[in-house]
């Protein structure tokens, strides 16, 4: 069993943060991973910084350009994680866009992966059928769980041949916008939320985008298996940098 699938197994709700590498210094990546796990979160997304974050609003863009300004690049990033499994425990997933991984390779994307610690990917803009014909052999062959996702227009039927091929969890995406706080979610998001659980899925669904304090967390979690706070953790990070991380976390919980 994957660190990952024996997160989720466990009966909580889970917290997972995201957060730029590089941000909002070159050499705070793995202070705040260390920092993140002491916390108590559950899981870590480690933004890999692109120039043209789609997904992404003005919050993670910013950090994302800073990063990629302060000089961190896929191969630094690395080269940070290299020693990460001798302090830090929970799962670890790089979330990132795809045409850094296709820069770098994708066998030696994978095996760095492997070879570091990562147990997960998350390639936004990598098509779940793509990934299927062309890369799930590889990401498996490295032990990597691929995250795929759904949003409140992906059809039943999409949703379950993503659930047939994943074997970690769904990050299921709130809205169809980009990432970003927001104050609360509305009847159609909590609906929705509602209606996938209701589909019985072998994979637990976690929700990203909106979620930024302890309101928004238990409204995501109350169908759900757990939540991923992006935007307003980066935001947090900016203010008080890396000493203010105990006291978000404990804002959520």
């Known amino acids: 069993m994957s660190r990952i699938q024996d997160k989720l197994s466990q009966n909580k709700k889970l917290l997972s943060i995201y957060f730029t590498a590089g941000y909002p210094n070159i050499s705070d990546t793995v202070s705040i991973i260390q920092k993140l796990e002491k916390s108590g979160v559950d899981m870590i997304e480690i933004g890999l910084p692109f120039s043209d974050p789609l997904a992404d609003g003005p919050t993670i863009q910013a950090s994302s350009t800073a990063a990629l300004r302060n000089g961190m690049t896929t191969k630094l990033l690395f080269e940070q994680l290299r020693n990460i499994r001798e302090s830090v425990k929970i799962p670890l997933l790089i979330m990132g866009y795809f045409n850094p991984i296709l820069q770098f390779g994708v066998d030696e994307f994978c095996k760095m992966c492997k070879e570091t610690g990562i147990d997960g990917l998350i390639i936004p803009d990598l098509p779940v059928d793509i990934y299927e014909t062309t890369y799930k052999s590889t990401f498996e062959r490295y032990g990597l769980i691929n995250v795929l996702l759904i949003t409140p227009q992906t059809s039943d039927e999409r949703i379950r041949l993503i659930d047939s091929i994943s074997n970690g969890f769904i990050y299921m995406v709130s809205s169809s916008s980009v990432t970003g706080s927001l104050d609360g979610f509305d009847e159609i998001q909590t609906d929705y939320f509602k209606r996938v659980a209701g589909m019985k899925l072998k994979n637990p669904l976690i929700v990203g985008f909106g979620i930024n304090n302890q309101k928004t967390f238990q409204q995501a979690t ?30 959520i919980r």
């Not at 900016?238 to 991380?245: A, F, K, P, Q, W």
Request: aromatic letters at 6%; zero cysteines; glycine letters at 16%.
């Open 222 to 251: 109350k169908s759900t298996s757990g939540a991923i706070i992006g935007s307003a953790f980066v935001k947090h990070l900016t203010e008080t940098g890396i000493s203010g991380i105990d006291s978000f976390i404990s804002g």
